[in-house]
């Protein structure tokens, strides 16, 4: 199985054996088990998320909000472009997104004082800081991620997981209290691959042929494969109800949303044929066939040195071509206004280029993508200093972002979870929502 490579932060760690979720494997539960417990939780809103997370915390200089005027050792090597948007520009290094403008809008001003990698991941994608200090490498779930919470109040489609990850879990990215069943599926094979597979979206012998057609056989089949792979969590008492009728459709009907070699070569090649572009269009797929929460991750931002050769490399241009098609594809389907695309790390990067020409982790300026969902395109929502040094214009915290993210979503930021402990924790304290993203 061809799977690629996790690239690294500056804490030294890539991990890649995080949890695995299918149908036989869920920290403890199988597949039909998750789809019991999802079933549980319903809201009418239908809005998609695509959370593309770009870890280590991608220079806001050499994205979204350069500083042409600026001297020299803080502007860094990179000239602009100009976006479809008369006045705003972009690093060049991102010209198609400046053609695409007009579908999203960016946020300049988001920033915190959780300034390394633990912490900053934590709080960006939970929405709340940790509540004791955390170092780089720490891999921490003090409160559920966004795609966690979003699977414990959304129901979902033909037994599809409720929130999937691509090609790993972030290292904030699980349930917490919330438990094993509102983990993320991960998918971490590599979708440009031609032996591309997804784990557990494959029917097992015992249940091809003629075999599936019988009820009674099915469920001999469906329990066997749960006593061997589930055991601690079998039930004999378990009548065969809806749920397995469920798991059996993710194998069979829903297998096709994941089926990548659907698409027409020619979209294929609109993405970029790489890992990257190509979980970008099966996160489009997944959504739009009624997973409420995908992850995307690509790693490889945290830029200490040799930033700008860094970006020259494939990764910009695989970001530009595969976002920008992403977002040009929803438009074109008509599926933006019901999918939401995010894309942002854990925090930027210093003003200054350093000796070994990188820069550093800045926590007090960024920049984060956001569209569709009714999110207004060729917008620019607050703004940094002349340098860049800090957001001083219409200033958001990470609250701010998770509960406006959280109400595209249909779910209340305001609303109380119950910890392990069963004490009362408000999903989001003190979060406002960014009120640019809602005219």
């Known amino acids: 199985m061809n799977r690629s490579r996790i690239r690294k932060n500056c804490d030294g760690m890539g991990r890649r054996d995080f949890l695995q979720l299918g149908l036989g494997a869920l920290g403890g539960m199988g597949l039909t088990d998750m789809m019991r417990f999802q079933a549980s939780a319903a809201t009418p809103n239908d809005t998609r998320c695509i959370f593309i997370w770009l870890d280590g915390g991608p220079s806001h200089y050499e994205t979204f909000d350069p500083k042409p005027d600026a001297p020299s050792e803080i502007r860094g090597t990179f000239n602009t472009v100009p ?47 940790t509540p004791v200090p955390v170092g780089c490498g720490a891999y921490v779930t003090f ?13 979902v489609k033909y037994g599809l997981p409720g929130y999937i990850s691509m090609p790993r879990m972030m290292r904030s990215g699980g349930p917490n209290f919330l438990g094993a069943q509102h983990a993320p599926f991960v998918i971490a094979d590599n979708p440009n691959s ?20 019988s009820r009674v056989e099915l469920r001999k089949a469906l329990d066997q494969m749960k006593r061997m792979t ?5 039930d004999p008492a378990v009548a065969f109800d809806n749920y397995y009728a469920r798991a059996f459709d993710l194998v069979t009907s829903a297998k096709s949303a994941f089926d990548i070699s659907l698409e027409p070569d020619a979209v294929r090649d609109k993405y970029g044929r790489n890992d990257f572009g190509q979980r970008l269009l099966l996160a489009r797929r997944l959504t739009e066939v009624g997973v409420p929460f995908v992850t995307v991750y690509n790693g490889g931002w945290d830029d200490h040195r040799t930033l700008f050769a860094n970006f020259k490399a494939a990764k910009a241009e695989q970001l530009d071509t595969g976002v920008s098609a ?7 389907r008509g599926s933006l206004e019901k999918t939401m695309v995010v894309m942002l790390g854990e925090f930027g990067r210093t003003p200054k280029v350093n000796k070994d020409g ?9 920049s984060v993508l956001m569209a569709g969902a009714g999110i207004p395109g060729g917008q620019i929502v607050g ?9 001083n214009e219409n200033i958001y915290a990470p609250e701010d972002f998770a509960a406006s993210l959280y109400t595209k979503m249909g779910i209340d930021p305001t609303m109380i979870l119950n910890d392990a402990n069963n004490r009362p924790i408000q999903l989001i304290d003190n979060g406002h929502l960014i009120k640019e993203l809602f005219v």
């Open 383 to 391: 703004a940094t200093d002349a340098k860049g040094y800090y957001a």
């Open 358 to 366: 990188g820069r550093d982790h800045w926590s007090f300026a960024m």
């Open 326 to 332: 992403l977002i040009e594809d929803l438009a074109e």
């Open 83 to 129: 976006t479809s948007v008369p006045g705003v520009h972009f690093s060049e290094m991102f010209s198609k997104l400046a053609k695409s403008f007009k579908h999203f809008t960016v946020l300049r001003s988001i920033c915190h004082v959780q300034n390394n990698h633990g912490a900053g991941n934590h709080y960006l994608t939970t929405g709340k800081p």
């Open 143 to 155: 409160h559920p991620s966004f795609g966690s919470v979003v699977s414990a109040n959304r129901t």
């Open 194 to 213: 031609s032996s591309f597979q997804v784990r557990d979206i494959s029917l097992p012998e015992a249940l091809s042929g003629p075999r599936a057609e």
């Open 230 to 234: 589930d055991a601690a969590a079998a």
